[in-house]
Nanobody
Framework: QVQLVESGGGLVQAGGSLRLSCAASGRTISTYTIGWFRQAPGKEREFLAALQLSEGSTYFADFVQDRFTISRSNPKNTVNLQMDSLKPEDTAAYYC???????????????????WGQGTQVTVSS
């Protein structure tokens, strides 16, 4: 069993930054890839970035390049999403998820992930 707990959401002004964290735990967690997604009201869940815990490899959706970065920190299975230059359209609920690596393109799809956190809200004011 894998457990994921997100933290770090909140209200920020446009142009500001937020750092989201995903604390991942479970006996086999090191074999998983952690992905970050977001979902705005009325929209589909959208892939942002992923990090492979076993190797530290990372992958990003094209549209977040240069604004979002993904990293791991101690405890070593904490995966962070640093978001800079935030825009009002970044307002959404943000989720982390754990899935087995099956190629980066596959990991862009929510149904490639087996476990999900409860989500954390990010609101960017204009």
């Amino acid at each position: 069993q894998v457990q994921l707990v997100e933290s770090g959401g909140g209200l920020v002004q446009a142009g500001g930054s937020l750092r989201l964290s995903c604390a991942a735990s479970g006996r086999t967690i090191s074999t998983y890839t952690i992905g970050w997604f977001r979902q705005a009201p009325g929209k589909e869940r959208e892939f942002l970035a992923a990090l492979q815990l076993s190797e530290g490899s990372t992958y990003f959706a094209d549209f977040v390049q240069d604004r979002f970065t993904i990293s791991r920190s101690n405890p070593k299975n904490t995966v962070n999403l640093q978001m800079d230059s935030l825009k009002p359209e970044d307002t959404a609920a943000y989720y982390c998820a754990a899935g087995q690596y099956a190629g980066w393109r596959a990991l862009e799809r929510p149904n490639s992930y087996h476990y999900w956190g409860q989500g954390t809200q990010v609101t960017v004011s204009s």
